[in-house]
T-cell receptor
């Protein structure tokens, strides 16, 4: 069974500082990996995804993530955070075979930005 | 292209009632998945429909059911509501081999 661990429940970062959100997954085959962001009262917005190929993927809003198979990790990074990045971030893993649309999510990391 | 839409956005029901939530996927998407989000359990997969057939189901009781229509629109139904069913219900649609799921804004269900 697939699973996702986001070890940090809450992270506080100063505006302009760099950010790294951790994600570890467990899956028996090649995973599809995703990062979504959720603002209060909203649905989930896709930031980026990894299916195959280059292990460093670029997403929207200046975010990037690196897939490290040896560490079963898919950490999200941003060089310089903006106040508007304050939200909850979810890492998710999906099955890499067409026909299985079930995503397994981590518990989320809430990001607070201080001026 | 319009995104995933969900109706209603907010709903208040009492215990024992039933409720139906609706989801319209992105045009051309044939797969619709439903998720429940609560503070205690996080995001949990309910079920997924493709071409009017349920392909995957999560670990939820039979009170939770769904269906998909020929135009790919989907509904989920919860019967005999319990207080613990209060949650944000999210619908996601996907299409094509990349399987990326795009989420709607959700329906906030409150059970009193």
């Amino acid at each position: 069974a697939q699973s996702v661990t986001q070890p940090d429940i809450h992270i506080t970062v100063s505006e302009g500082a760099s950010l790294e959100l951790r994600c570890n997954y467990s899956y028996g085959a090649t995973p599809y990996l995703f990062w979504y962001v959720q603002s209060p009262g909203q649905g989930l917005q896709l930031l980026l995804k990894y299916f195959s190929g280059d292990t460093l993927v670029q997403g929207i809003k200046g975010f990037e993530a690196e897939f490290k198979r040896s560490q079963s990790s898919f950490n999200l990074r941003k060089l310089s955070v903006h106040w508007s990045d304050a939200a909850e971030y979810f890492c998710a893993v999906g099955a890499a075979n067409f026909g299985n649309e079930k995503l397994t999510f981590g518990t989320g990391t809430r990001l607070t930005i201080i001026p | 292209k319009a995104g995933v839409t969900q109706t209603p956005r907010y709903l208040i029901k009492t215990r024992g009632q039933q409720v139906t939530l609706s989801c319209s996927p992105i045009s051309g998407h044939r797969s619709v998945s439903w998720y429940q989000q609560t503070p205690g359990q996080g995001l949990q997969f309910l079920f997924e429909y493709f071409s009017e057939t349920q392909r995957n189901k999560g670990n939820f009781p039979g009170r939770f059911s769904g269906r998909q229509f020929s135009n790919s629109r989907s509904e989920m139904n919860v019967s005999t509501l319990e207080l613990g069913d209060s949650a944000l219900y999210l619908c996601a649609s996907s299409g094509g081999i990349t399987d990326t799921q795009y989420f709607g804004p959700g329906t906030r269900l409150t059970v009193l």
